[in-house]
């Protein structure tokens, strides 16, 4: 299973909104508080990005107002084409002025969740980790402990997302393992560096070390469904997706600019891989 990933900041975003719809507009002009409207438009203009590069659609703000992310009756996110559903998987989270979209164009199952490393309690830790969790993180270096508690945490915000429950489930009923290699279970888990997925010539896909250090991990749900997934720390920032089928390590989407300045750009015979 092929999974793709976009990080955008507020800086990114447009300053008007043409690229919103008119439903989404509308929705946005209901929102009383700042900061509840900034982290939705935020994750709006995110995924919309990212569809628009597995689906193959233009980039510029016209065409992106075309595509519409709406929640489910469980309030997953949904992508819509005009009024109709589109046949990709999204999930989004987003954390101090920074939004995550991972998408997977062919189906399946998917969560991801974006953090900021920090200091967690003691009761923290109690009350929402499991037995063998909290053993993890008492066994580590207290150096290690923030950022390996709100790993732990991560993984189980991403696992609640892909069962479609989030926060109403127990954290206790998602259990994550770390792993350094899980095998075959990872289909094309190995992805090398210069294999590009993306065809849309508004984007680009690549495996930069920089930006890809994913490491493997595991998150089985109490009524035996198991999610395998993999995290990523960049500075203080840790991200993590999880999915069923098994995915491939997460590849990166790169928006060249002119692709949204310009509908002309999307047009290109030729991708760019970053």
Request: aromatic share 8%.
């Amino acid at each position: 299973m092929k999974v793709y990933w976009l990080q955008q900041t507020a800086p990114d975003m447009p300053g008007d909104h043409d690229w919103l719809s008119a439903r989404e507009q509308v929705q946005l002009d209901s929102m009383r508080f700042p900061k509840r409207r900034a982290e939705w438009q935020l994750g709006r203009w995110t995924a919309k990005l990212a569809i628009a590069a597995c689906l193959q659609l233009p980039a510029d703000l016209h065409s992106l107002a075309s595509i519409e992310v709406r929640p489910a009756p469980t309030g997953a996110p949904e992508t819509f084409l005009g009024n109709q559903w589109a046949p990709v998987t999204i999930s989004l989270s987003h954390r101090d002025g920074k939004a995550i979209c991972a998408v997977a164009p062919d189906g399946g199952t998917l969560g991801c969740d974006l953090e900021l490393i920090e200091p967690h309690s003691e009761a923290f830790i109690a009350d929402y980790f499991t037995t063998e969790e909290q053993v993890l993180v008492a066994q580590a270096a207290a150096a290690d402990r923030p950022w390996l508690a709100t790993l732990l945490w991560s993984a189980k915000e991403s696992a609640l997302k892909a069962l479609r429950t989030g926060l109403r489930l127990d954290t206790r009923s998602v259990i994550v393992s770390l792993v350094d290699a899980l095998g075959n279970q990872y289909e094309d888990g190995e992805v090398g560096a210069s294999e590009v997925f993306i065809k849309n010539s508004a984007f680009a896909a690549c495996q930069a070390d920089t930006v890809n250090d994913w490491r493997p991990l595991q998150v089985r749900h109490i009524h035996d469904q198991t999610f395998c997934g993999w995290w990523q720390r960049t500075g203080n920032l840790l991200r993590t997706i999880v999915a069923a089928p098994p995915p491939a390590r997460p590849c990166m989407l790169y928006v060249p600019q002119c692709s949204i300045d310009s509908p002309s750009a999307v047009h290109s015979d030729q991708s760019q891989a970053a």
